[in-house]
């Protein structure tokens, strides 16, 4: 591993390569989770069907830009989520193993979730109104509306009338959902890619390199992907309201299963998937790339004494 700012920048760098190719995906999957908001079955409208269906919707009503909206937020939120959760996950889960272990090479199942999710929840803090503004951005459409409908010109604008009209509190709107959502993936995400990479390694004989991370980040993605759609659902309807819709997180939750059904906080999960699997494919090998560079720079600007402590 770098320092904890080396892979804090290496995280940032290799999200915002994921979040470029994969951003498509999260506006339908926004969207899909918005149409037929608090609707009865027979009365909910189906703009948006899947992953590919919403892209073609969108690019044929919106053009490239539409499916883009958000992306200068997308990639600042990502910054601050994957550069805590990459940067913050090993020196924390070193420490909590030295401690409990007396060796901090130790692997604990019980501390690595932890570890993630503790990460995870703070990267999320951080970049929260970022990713209210995103949600927003991305759901808006002049052509196919889903949801409550905010006609931002740019994340700048968005932030400053958010902040006008509700204050600091209205920026970190949903935080707790959010906290949630990301708390739930990053307890699996890095666990599992870890996990998943040491039985690769063990039962298949793969060796260090692009296959191996490819496969690990799989499997990664795939769990991320069932366990946290859900609170993802619900953050997104947090975000997105007016007033005071929601009351909080579980109000959200009794609100969407009573009137729309349980399989409701599952909308948009293809999409999700689409979105989720690349996503995680190429933040994790992209980080493991990024992480060996950044080391590489480490090992010639700082002082020995630094890079012995890591």
Known sequence: MSTTAGAFIAGGIAACGAVTATHPFETVKIRMQLQGELQDKGHQPHHY????????????????????????????????????????????????????????????????????????????????????????????????????????????????????????????????AAMIRTGFGSSVQLPTYFFAKRRFVRHLGMEEGPGLHLASSTV?????????????????????????LYKGVFDCLAKTIKTEGFFAIYKGFLPHLARILPHTILTLSLAEQTNKLVRKLESRFLPESALKSV
């Open 220 to 244: 990664s993605g795939f769990v991320v992907c069932v366990v946290m759609h859900p609170p993802d659902t619900i953050m997104s309807r947090l975000y997105n309201q007016n007033g005071n």
């Open 49 to 176: 069907r899947g992953p590919i269906h919403g892209v073609s919707v969108i690019v044929r009503n919106e053009g490239v830009r539409g499916v883009y909206r958000g992306l200068g937020c997308a990639y600042i939120y990502q910054v601050l989520l994957n550069g805590c959760r990459l940067g913050f996950y090993e020196p924390m889960r070193s420490n909590i193993t030295g401690v409990l272990f007396k060796d901090s090479n130790t692997q604990s199942l019980g501390v690595n979730m932890f570890c993630g999710a503790a990460s995870g929840m703070l990267g999320a803090a951080a970049g929260s109104p970022f990713f209210l503004a995103k949600t927003r951005l991305q759901s808006f459409s002049p052509f196919l509306p889903v949801g409550t409908q905010h006609n931002y010109r740019n994340a700048w604008d968005g932030l400053s009338q958010i902040f006008r009209a509700e204050g600091l509190r209205g920026l970190y709107r949903g935080v707790g």
